[in-house]
């Protein structure tokens, strides 16, 4: 599951037309052990502890529970559009949740009615064991048809867990993804619109120093034009976060679309073949017991 997971995200990156140019990428991919190793020793100090990595996860989770549910609202981005697409990311998370968990307990259900008829199989053997004639054979037949059912039943779980409730898994994390994205998104329009008023502010204050000609005037300079640049920096950071997130989530819906079908579509298939199976499997057992 592992192995599948990794190569399902090592895709996904690979077809990204930005990510598959990634360094990051190719060194994964290419480096040998030994290469590696070094990197390893060599940025050990710049790595953190992972008690220190577990706080730092908590605070960003606090950070985005806060920003993304408007516990902090010193500044809040306006936009139709915006809010239509946190509306969609938190009913999307709902949901595939909410199927997830019932995928869930659909593998286990088969698991243990997969479980529960071996364990029939195995006292139908042993009471047609005692029993002579037709009707030990009659038993046993049982016996044997129900671990086949069983086996099919596993078999079936495995493929349930790992092409619908996985898939589902692995949507609600990439939901909560964008979740983080948003907040950092929140984030961007903050700093973007508080650097905006301090150099409004900066503004200000120059123009009254120039007008008494106060000897402060060249610090006040140096402090706007760093604060100015500060800003358009934001700016563009923010601006770039929208234009790119349009763009991410389009191409997300468009994946979600296709693998969402991919799975369901499985899931049916697989079901309807489990039924047939086991229909057929029961009624080759019928004939033989009303003989």
């Known amino acids: 599951m592992r192995r599948l997971a990794l190569d399902i995200f090592?895709?996904?990156?690979?077809?990204?037309?930005?990510?598959?140019?990634?360094?990051?990428?190719?060194?994964?991919?290419?480096?040998?052990?030994?290469?590696m190793e070094r990197l390893r020793a060599h940025e050990t100090g710049i790595f953190k502890k992972p008690v220190e990595l577990m706080q730092i996860f908590k605070d960003v989770q606090s950070k985005?529970?806060?920003?993304?549910?408007?516990?902090?609202?010193?500044?809040?981005?306006?936009?139709s559009e915006y809010e239509k697409l946190k509306h969609y990311v938190f009913e999307l998370e709902n949901h595939l949740a909410e199927a997830q968990k019932h995928a869930y307990r659909l593998v286990k259900r088969h698991r243990e009615l997969g479980k529960s008829l071996s364990d029939f199989g195995k006292a139908m053997k042993l009471l047609g064991s005692c029993e002579g004639d037709s009707l030990g054979r009659a038993f046993s037949e049982l016996g044997a048809k129900s671990d086949l059912v069983s086996v099919r039943l596993q078999k079936e779980a495995q493929q349930l867990l790992m092409n619908f409730e996985e898939p589902l898994k692995d949507y609600v994390l990439a939901v909560q993804s964008i979740k983080a994205t948003i907040a950092e998104r929140a984030n961007a329009f903050r700093q973007h619109c508080e650097l905006s008023e301090t150099v409004k502010l900066k503004e200000i204050n120059l123009e009254k120093l120039k007008l008494i000609h106060s000897d402060k005037m060249r610090e006040a300079e140096d402090e706007y034009k760093e604060v100015k640049e500060a800003s358009e920096k934001a700016t563009r950071r923010y601006e770039t976060m929208v234009r790119l997130m349009k763009e991410e989530i389009i191409q997300f819906q468009e994946q979600k679309t296709l693998d969402m079908g991919v799975a369901f579509h499985n899931f049916a298939d697989g079901q309807a073949r489990l039924a047939n199976n086991m229909a057929d499997g029961w009624r080759g057992l019928l004939a033989k017991l009303e003989a």
């Open 10 to 35: 090592l895709n996904r990156v690979a077809s990204h037309h930005k990510l598959r140019q990634s360094e990051d990428l190719r060194t994964f991919l290419q480096v040998d052990e030994a290469v």
């Open 64 to 79: 985005v529970s806060n920003v993304v549910l408007g516990k902090e609202k010193p500044v809040e981005e306006s936009n």
